[in-house]
């Protein structure tokens, strides 16, 4: 293993050199809303958009890996486009992200229910720590574009964040960002 200088372009999040790259297209995150109504209105009205990008920079034997998410911007219904959100499997492993360009959220939950948020803003670092569910939001116009840091062993944890959501949802009333109680949580779905 040797050191490596990678590239990380702040406007498009491009990661150079990179190791693996994903994409999710709205169709594929439909049982994270609340509003399944809208999410088809919206999906009909205009089509499969790219939700967000996830680059990665992994060098194979080291503790640490990285990369960015580009977010696109967007709503279904008044809940802003969003990550799935995710526990790690290593319940001792955090993670950091540090912001780049756009506007956000970032979500955070830990096992006993307890609700963070820390807003996501050029030059914002956050910490995430271990055993705490994230989940990213774009709460502007534009892409939100962040790096993330954790450890390769970390591992992700989606089915409890996919299936019931978290406490609380973001929504855009008024012009502004707002948190309301998540009504899927709250069902216990």
């Given at each position: 293993m040797f050191p490596a200088g990678?590239?990380?372009?702040?406007?498009?999040?491009?990661?150079s050199p990179n190791t693996g790259t994903y994409t999710k297209h709205l169709s594929e995150l439909r049982s994270i809303y609340h509003d399944g109504a809208e999410f088809d209105a919206?999906?009909?009205?205009?089509?499969?958009?790219?939700?967000?990008?996830v680059i990665e920079y992994?060098?194979?034997?080291?503790d640490i890996?990285?990369?960015t998410?580009?977010?696109?911007?967007?709503?279904?219904?008044?809940?802003?486009?969003?990550?799935?959100?995710?526990?790690?499997?290593?319940?001792?492993?955090?993670?950091?992200?540090?912001?780049?360009?756009?506007?956000?959220?970032?979500?955070?939950q830990s096992r006993q229910g307890e609700m963070r948020s820390v807003e996501m803003k050029p030059g914002v670092c956050a910490f995430i720590p271990p055993d705490w569910a994230h989940r990213s939001i774009n709460t502007g116009e534009q892409p939100l574009?962040?790096?993330?840091?954790?450890?390769?062993?970390?591992?992700?944890?989606?089915?409890?964040?996919?299936?019931?959501?978290?406490?609380?949802?973001?929504?855009?009333r008024s012009g502004a960002v707002a948190y309301l109680p998540n009504p899927k949580f709250a069902a216990g779905n």
């Open positions: 990678v590239t990380i372009d702040p406007k498009t999040g491009a990661v919206r999906l009909a009205r205009q089509g499969d958009a790219v939700a967000y990008t992994r060098e194979p034997g080291a890996f990285f990369g998410t580009t977010m696109s911007p967007g709503r279904i219904g008044d809940e802003y486009f969003m990550t799935r959100g995710h526990f790690h499997e290593r319940p001792d492993r955090g993670e950091i992200y540090y912001t780049q360009s756009g506007e956000g959220v970032l979500l955070m574009i962040f790096v993330w840091c954790c450890n390769q062993d970390a591992g992700h944890d989606y089915d409890v964040i996919v299936t019931r959501g978290m406490r609380q949802i973001v929504v855009e």
